[in-house]
Every structure is written in structure tokens, then in C-alpha cells.
């Protein structure tokens, strides 16, 4: 089992900046994968950035170049710098973890980040 738990949500203007925080416990995090992921209001689920446990990240077309995923193995915690925000980046944010990007089997309750234009 992996408890993952999210912070850094918040309201900011259009432009500016937040750092989301996913803190994950009982299992090595070393070895797991970990992404985050969104779901805006009245739309799907989407994967937003991912990390492996060698540290290589991937990203969506839409946040590439303003958003970066990375992760600290000593403090159990990935982390999302999420840069030049725009009002449709507004969504609650998942952490997820797990053997790969396609077995996230592990979620947390997420974190709402609103972008106000």
C-alpha cells in the first residue's frame, strides 16, 4: 500500500506561479513512478506530468515548458512547479503512484488550483 498525500493547491492570477507537493508513504518511493494528473470542472481526468524512478520526466503538450515534475527520494516527495499559469489550468491535481505511467495504482484526494484571469 502508498499513501500519497497532495498540498500547494491555491488561488493565484493568471501568470504567476504554484508549487504542488505529494508527500507518499509505505512503500519504497524510490521504486515507484509518479505522476500527476487533473481534472478540470465538467471534463475527464487528464495526465499533466510523470516521473520515473530514475527521474526521466514526461509531459503533456499542454503544460510543456511551464510545468516540471521532479522528485526528492530522501523526503519521499514529488514535487510540480507549475509556471505562467493560465485560467484553464484550473483543476484539482492528483498524485499518483505506481509501477509505471500506465499502472497508477495509487491516488491521493488531490488538490484544487484555481488560475483567476
Known amino acids: 500500500q502508498v499513501q500519497l498525500v497532495e498540498s500547494g493547491g491555491g488561488l493565484v492570477q493568471a501568470g504567476g506561479s504554484l508549487r504542488l507537493s505529494c508527500a507518499a508513504s509505505g512503500r519504497t518511493f524510490s521504486t515507484l513512478a509518479m505522476g500527476w494528473f487533473r481534472r478540470a470542472p465538467g471534463k475527464e481526468r487528464e495526465f499533466v506530468a510523470a516521473?520515473?524512478?530514475?527521474?526521466?520526466?514526461n509531459y503533456a503538450d499542454s503544460v510543456k515548458g511551464r510545468f516540471t515534475i521532479s522528485r526528492d527520494n530522501a523526503k519521499n516527495t514529488v514535487y510540480l512547479q507549475m509556471n505562467s499559469l493560465k485560467p484553464e489550468d484550473t483543476a484539482v491535481y492528483y498524485c499518483a503512484a505506481g509501477a509505471s505511467l500506465g499502472r497508477m495504482g495509487y491516488w491521493g484526494k488531490g488538490t484544487l488550483v484555481t488560475v483567476s484571469s
Open positions: 516521473i520515473s524512478w530514475g527521474g526521466g520526466g
